[in-house]
Antibody, heavy 112, light 106 residues
Framework: QVQLKESGPGLVKPSETLSLTCTVS????????VSWVRQPPGKGLEWMGV???????AYNSALKSRLSISRDTSKSQVFLKMSSLKTEDTATYYC??????WGQGVMVTVSS | DIQMTQSPSLLSASVGDRVTINCKAS??????LNWYQQKLGEAPKLLIY???NLQTGIPSRFSGSGSGTDYTLTISSLQPEDFGTYFC????????FGAGTKLELK
């Protein structure tokens, strides 16, 4: 069955770069798109960006200058990198396949 | 960016009630509207995709409708496991979520 799982550091310092990995199984990255979505504690959901089946990307305009999404199809992995982190980037980060299948999320705290 | 105005933000209801949650888009989203349920500490779960398509495994008491800018999620007879927060999500262009509706026990 389709599964996605996020991994990465739980704590990052302000101004540093966040690197997260989404490992997928049960579907091909060349056939389905994968998005990153985040949710600050107690708040709503924010779509961050997507990598399409053809490898092209699109980003939330509010994050575009700091965000990069890439993938390694041989490893069935999608990567998120976000630079210049701020405390307000503290959130649970999810990857989602075709807006249908979601990972369990990884909580990231930005703090010195 | 397309803004999604979701209402109500808080809904108190009883088991067996029929409930509706609404989302209004700031422009036509061509039925590219999904509904998700989220419970505390869990990832969102897809209920309805593209306005009115029931995701596999989701009970038929959930239904969706709408077109243009106005969309509705209906739960025909509320069950105890339905309490949680519901989000609408448009993916017509530059995806955006509604702010959420917390469905609580009256």
């Amino acid at each position: 069955q389709v599964q996605l799982k996020e991994s990465g550091p739980g704590l990052v310092k302000p101004s540093e770069t966040l690197s997260l990995t989404c490992t997928v199984s049960g579907f091909s990255l060349t056939s389905y798109h994968v998005s990153w979505v985040r949710q600050p504690p107690g708040k709503g959901l924010e779509w961050m960006g997507v990598i399409w089946g053809d490898g092209s990307t699109a980003y939330n305009s509010a994050l575009k200058s700091r965000l990069s999404i890439s993938r390694d199809t041989s490893k069935s992995q999608v990567f998120l990198k976000m630079s210049s982190l701020k405390t307000e980037d503290t959130a649970t980060y999810y990857c989602a396949g075709s807006y249908r299948y979601w990972g369990q999320g990884v909580m990231v705290t930005v703090s010195s | 960016d397309i803004q999604m105005t979701q209402s109500p933000s808080l809904l108190s209801a009883s088991v067996g009630d029929r409930v509706t949650i609404n989302c209004k888009a700031s422009q036509n989203i061509n039925k590219y509207l999904n509904w998700y349920q989220q419970k505390l500490g869990e990832a969102p779960k897809l209920l309805i995709y593209n306005t009115n398509n029931l995701q596999t495994g989701i009970p038929s008491r959930f239904s969706g409708s709408g077109s243009g800018t106005d969309y509705t999620l209906t739960i025909s007879s509320l069950q105890p496991e339905d309490f949680g927060t519901y989000f609408c999500f448009q993916h017509n262009s530059w995806p955006t979520f509604g702010a959420g509706t917390k469905l609580e026990l009256k």
